[in-house]
């Protein structure tokens, strides 16, 4: 009898495990909650991707594993990051899960779209649950657009990559000497580490040397931008009212140069948008003794 007793009780632990396993429903992504840009250098592109999983069994559930792939347009792999601790998520319950992904700067700018200044992915995810002893594979694709546009405005009209400039002044000189106006030059040059397609239209600026305001400048053309265009040169052209005064006047000529400082904003449009921003710079007028006798 007691032999029978355990070969049925036996049996119906059996059934029991198998109905758990039968009626285990699959985890499921509930939701994608945001994807932030947390940085944007020259060589890689740091994200925080956030989503939601949900258990929607009567008995909690272990995630034993997902692995997430960003995906291009083009269905190419961008990017990948994968769970690494298991997660315990409640019964009818969700948990929201953080990942950090890194991109390839340089290809990933390629997809930015014109008109909204968003970077078009698919995400796809691949993990495992377990639920009183049986587990489950599940998988995932949503397509998903980043919003861009804060970074590119950030990076562009700041003229900065990695905390260093990007515009470089590569000499300041003296172009034209006249009785009542004449003109600097200053030339420069602007790297685009990231890969970026942008004009830079504009820069009217004031020039002020020995703390006097002294003129006013401009571009002398814009410069067009892409991501095959990694430097590029241009001029600044300033016109300066009595020149001779203004050299006179400043203490230390005898060295052979002059500082000065260019205040001014730089008119930028990059992917659609335009963006005007404040930017200045200093540097040293290279001066001939016999500039002061003309």
Known sequence: MNKMLTILFACLALLSLSGCKFLFKKPVLEKIHDVKVLSLDPDKTELELTLSVHNPNAYKLKLNSLDITLLSPKREKIGSAFLKDEVLIPKKRSNALTFRISLDTRSTVKTINNSDQKVFVYIAGSGRGKVLGASKKFEFEEPFEIDVREQIQRVVAGFKADGNDIFKVKRSYVSKLGLTESQIRVDFIILNPYGLKFNFNSFPATITIGDKESGSGNLLQKLSFDEKIYSQEGTMVFK???????????????????????????QIDAYGIQIERPYSYSDMIAINISELVF
């Not at 009212?241 to 730089?266: F, H, M, P």
């Open 240 to 266: 300066i009212n009595n020149w001779k005064a203004i050299v006179n006047a400043v203490k230390g000529v005898l060295n052979g140069e002059i500082r000065y400082e260019v205040t001014g904003r730089v």
